[in-house]
């Protein structure tokens, strides 16, 4: 097997270079792509992807750790919780605006490995304090912020990931990229409640604490668990992945996004889709433990996040085949439909209520939700390419299209990474406004009247700007 520092001589004409660098990358070229370019695209991919799962995981580890605090000791209330369950959305939303910008700057293999490394921070950080009952409630304010860390990274890893392979492809490599690495949201649901059921490290990792019932709980597993997976994969990502010359460019460059109007619509669709998927996975255990006390919803909550991740890997697929637009759509009309449905299954002042049509209705929305992350996605390539395509002159040579080309894929690549910055916000606004709606009102219909009204506003957008008859931009 090749290293990559003779994969890097194979596709560059240029003189001696920097470990893992590429100067040479054109996707777009098929005689290129056969006969290297995928080999080498698919090894960055398959190393992002692992990278990516674990970010995920530690970004969302209080949605599996909050609910379990006051069985062990710590007087938190259900509010104090929530806020625990939504920060790391909030700071890793505001990561991900810098992070956007990152992989132009630095390099994609750089970045990927000393973002993935920071982990190791808030996994290590929560193993300690989770051990001591009498650690005050600012601490796991704070971890829970670093836990962003982990949210900042998926934009950086997309933007790195959008650089590699060409149109026709991008949809199943984003696709698969985001969608197995969303799969740490599932892995971290389903995962801490079985690690932290015994001494997996032994007598390293302390002793247990004990709950309410006089079970032995060993929460510090629920951080210790990813540190050595984090390490392995930040080793991997330094001396596997590659970083492309290709990509670089400046902040100026990226900056235009700015004053482009797409990138804001994205913006607002990626809200829908990939805000309501983290979003959900945060607030959906909390929410469920208010609602149906009697349920022990951990059992349940990794299926939501699974679901919808691997809807993600097929929604790319899909909508290389079917287009962006139509397919993001039809989730918008589904995801307000079963907004209404999981309504139906509410207990009332009365009682009552069904946990299983709530579930049920709550696996269609990550469904729905993972197929369209990769939609969204798969829409902003297209568009961007197309701009700047209809922009050339009639006359245009190669070197004019070529250039045109390359400002299409930076801005591409900066509004993928600036969009899912803004579309993670949903995953602070979704749990804050299930708190805040059963504070203010005793139940969750409030926040879900909200959430209906948001999606027939995506629907109006998709339909307007991409998909009717004369939209500004189909795709």
């Not at 607002?268 to 433990?289: E, Q, R």
């Not at 509004?415 to 805040?436: E, L, T």
Request: hydrophobic share 55%.
């Amino acid at each position: 097997m090749s290293s990559p520092g003779s994969e890097t001589r194979s596709v560059s004409s240029a003189a001696p270079r920097a470990a893992g660098q590429i100067e040479h990358w054109d996707p777009e070229n098929p005689a290129f792509w056969d006969s290297q370019g995928r080999r080498i695209a698919n090894r960055n991919l398959w190393l992002s992807i692992p990278a990516l799962l674990l970010a995920f995981a530690v970004w969302m580890m209080f949605s599996a750790v909050a609910v379990s605090l006051p069985r062990v000791g710590f007087n938190f209330d259900t509010d104090q919780l929530f806020w625990l369950a939504a920060l790391p959305a909030l700071s890793g939303a505001t990561l991900r605006i810098f992070y956007s910008f990152m992989v132009p700057l630095f390099g994609g293999r750089r970045w990927t490995a000393i973002s993935t490394a920071s982990l190791l921070l808030p996994a290590m950080w929560l193993a300690f304090a989770v051990a001591d009952p009498t650690t005050p409630y600012w601490h796991f304010v704070a971890i829970a912020v670093l836990c962003g860390l982990g949210g900042g990274n998926f934009a950086s890893s997309m933007s790195n990931i959008s650089f590699f392979f060409p149109k026709a492809r991008q949809g199943y490599a984003l696709g698969m990229n985001a969608g197995l690495g969303n799969l740490g949201v599932s892995a971290v649901q389903f995962v801490i409640p079985l690690v932290t059921g015994f001494a997996l490290f032994g007598s390293l990792a302390g002793g247990p604490q004990t709950a309410a019932d006089g079970r032995q709980l060993f929460l510090q597993n629920a951080g210790l668990v990813w540190v050595p997976f984090i390490f392995a994969a930040a080793v991997a990502a330094w001396f596997g992945m590659n970083d492309l010359q290709a990509s670089r460019s400046s902040f100026a460059e990226q900056s235009v996004i700015f004053r482009r109007k797409h990138n804001w619509l994205m913006c607002w669709l990626y809200v829908g889709t990939f805000g309501s998927f983290i979003g959900f996975s945060a607030g959906f255990p909390m929410l469920s433990k208010t609602l149906f006390p009697g349920v022990d919803a951990l059992k349940y909550a990794f299926l939501g996040p699974l679901v919808g991740a691997l809807m993600r890997s097929a929604g790319g697929a899909i909508a290389d085949r079917v287009g962006g637009a139509l397919l993001t759509l039809v989730v918008f009309i589904g995801m307000a439909v079963a907004v209404l449905g999981v309504m139906v299954f509410l207990p009332g002042t009365a009682g009552g209520g069904s946990f299983g049509g709530f579930l049920a209705m709550f696996l269609l929305l990550f469904v729905l939700s993972g197929v369209g992350n990769a939609s969204t996605f798969r829409m902003i390539p297209v568009i961007f390419r197309a701009g700047h395509e209809r922009a050339l002159p009639a006359d245009a040579d190669a070197s004019q299209r070529a250039a045109a080309l390359r400002r299409a894929s930076i801005e591409s690549a900066a509004v993928i990474g600036f969009s899912s910055a803004i579309g993670a916000y949903g995953g602070f606004f979704i749990p804050k406004s299930f708190g805040s709606s059963l504070a203010l009102t005793g139940g969750a219909e409030a926040a879900l009247c909200g959430f209906t009204v948001f999606y027939l506003s995506c629907i109006a957008i998709t339909w307007w700007w991409y998909f009717r008859r004369g939209a500004e931009c189909p795709c």
